[in-house]
């Protein structure tokens, strides 16, 4: 069963940078998702496994960036030019292990079978 740890988030003001780090215990497809107060959790970025190939939202193409770290398993979020819409918790999610990726398949949240515990990510105006 894949597990996951989460660290990063924090409190930035708007233009700022922060950076999201999750790590799986085993090699897999990520996704980054995020959800607002009031809100359905929405999809935010995913990467395969090795990190060949990425899928952005729109709401934040070019400013957000997802790298993987191959070795560690790990897959990391640069966020930058952020902005006050962007305050939310974020969690980064495990796709099931050996599921080929693709852009649709990660948008889906019921693809995911292991979710990190979530980070606040904070953007003041």
Known sequence: QVQLGETGGGLVQAGGSLRLSCTTSGRTF????????????EFVAASSAIGLTTTYADSVKGRFTISSD???NSKYLQMNSLKP?????????AGPIGKVFSAARARDITTYVAWGQGTQVTVSS
């Open 30 to 41: 990520m996704g980054w998702f995020r959800q607002a107060p009031g809100k359905d959790r």
């Open 70 to 72: 191959g070795a560690k």
């Open 85 to 93: 819409e962007d305050t939310a918790v974020y969690y980064c999610a």
